[in-house]
């Protein structure tokens, strides 16, 4: 198949004329899953008829990935649920890549076949595959999952990449089923030749971020770890944890004030199945969402989401506990977990918040029974700390 598209040097620009709109795209294809893990935001079943019905078609994906790539968009990151799962992946996949884009997967790895991953080495995706791990053995694993089988899935397919030399890196969650495992998880992830460091844990366990399962969301609370739980896996490495915190509390420490994002929402963009647009992959709250069959990707980037940056925190709660917090890095309370956990966008997570305090503490910038928002002398306390 021809990739290359001879064009005459005289109309060929390899810089625009402006700078670009949009830098990087997030697609969840589906939110359907092979896996029906037990701490998922997200899954729906692998066979949800509703669902399937109601997802975006192959056309209206090479659209949106079309205007992206003309915004200037140089990544798409293919997420889900499981995109795998999706008839017309490979053929999306070829699609980005014509157009240039980076494609980084997201995948829990068990629907890799021959056919695709000799395709991924014969066309690159230029990114490595990121998958997820959710146990070193069947007895972890398809606990976590509650699909059986499941593990040795996952395993032909990462040896699939590895037999093809097809870049990928891993990362894991805490739970229950396979948190005496992390020695092990580590030492495996070491070994492949494409981890550039210690592979990431998810810590913090969402609620079902479109707030549609009640009974769901209790088996998610009942699974997360406790505030000093979740600071012992973070210091596993406490040299390495502490020296990483030093250069990150030199941009990123002090009192938000009372915007509510800062974190660049909107800059880079998720679309999710059925062709909402989000600010970020978390922030489900209709009311901040764009519906592309009545929009374009151009009016929500340069119209639409440049106004979320502008809102303002209105609970007092927040304002007086949130909005004065020099944590507020070490802190994941958001406006997208806020909205999952509460139904508002500016509600303080009690246990998001006793998380950084207790990280704050085993870093020397709070006493014991001190609160962050009530510190004035936190520039200095981050000097004593880590000596910068």
């Not at 390495?240 to 509510?260: T, V, W």
């Not at 764009?290 to 440049?306: M, N």
């Not at 509460?342 to 998001?352: A, E, H, I, K, N």
Request: net charge neutral; glycine share 6%.
């Amino acid at each position: 198949m021809n990739y290359v598209e001879r064009v005459s040097g005289a109309n060929f620009n390899l810089w625009p004329a402006k700078a670009p709109v949009l830098g990087h795209l997030d697609i969840e294809l589906t939110e359907r899953c092979n896996n029906n893990c037990i701490h998922c935001c997200i899954n729906l079943p692998e066979h949800d008829r509703s669902a399937l019905e109601r997802e975006l078609d192959t056309a209206a994906v090479k659209g949106i990935l079309k205007e992206a790539a003309s915004l200037g968009a140089l990544e798409v990151r293919f997420t889900g649920g499981e995109p795998l799962l999706r008839p017309d992946f490979e053929e999306l996949y070829l699609f980005a890549r014509r157009l240039g884009l980076k494609v980084l997967l997201f995948t829990n790895g068990r629907l890799l076949t021959s056919r695709l991953v000799d395709l991924f080495a014969r066309i690159p995706p230029l990114v490595p595959l990121e998958i997820t791990v959710y146990g070193m053995a069947a007895d972890s694993y398809d606990p976590v999952s509650r699909v059986k089988g499941s593990f040795a899935q996952f395993q032909q397919g990462v040896e699939l990449l590895r037999e093809r030399n097809v870049p990928f890196v891993v990362k894991s969650v805490v739970l229950p089923p396979n948190r005496h495992e992390m020695d092990e998880f580590e030492s495996w992830a070491a070994e492949l030749p494409w981890m550039d460091g210690s592979p990431g844990y998810a810590v913090f366990l969402d609620k079902r971020n479109r707030r549609d399962d009640p009974k769901k969301d209790a088996q998610i609370l009942a699974l997360r770890l406790s505030p000093i739980e979740a600071l012992a896996v973070k210091t596993r490495n406490p040299k390495q944890y502490r020296k990483g915190m030093s250069e990150f509390s030199r941009k990123f420490f002090g009192p938000p004030g009372d915007k509510l994002f800062g974190c660049g929402a909107g800059n880079a963009c998720c679309v999710d199945a059925y062709g909402r647009l989000q600010a970020c992959l978390g922030l489900r709250a209709p009311e901040l969402t764009y519906d592309l069959s009545h929009g374009s990707l151009r009016e929500a980037v340069t119209d639409f989401f440049p106004r979320l940056r502008d809102m303002r925190a209105s609970n007092q709660h927040y304002l007086e506990r949130c909005a004065r917090c020099f944590l507020k890095s070490l802190c994941e309370q958001c406006p997208a977990k806020s909205w999952s956990e509460t139904g508002r966008l500016d509600t303080p997570v009690d246990w998001l918040c006793l998380s950084a305090h207790a990280e704050a503490h085993w870093l020397g910038l709070i006493g014991p029974q001190e609160y962050a928002w009530e510190v004035r002398d936190w520039q200095s306390r981050i000097e004593q700390a880590f000596g910068c």
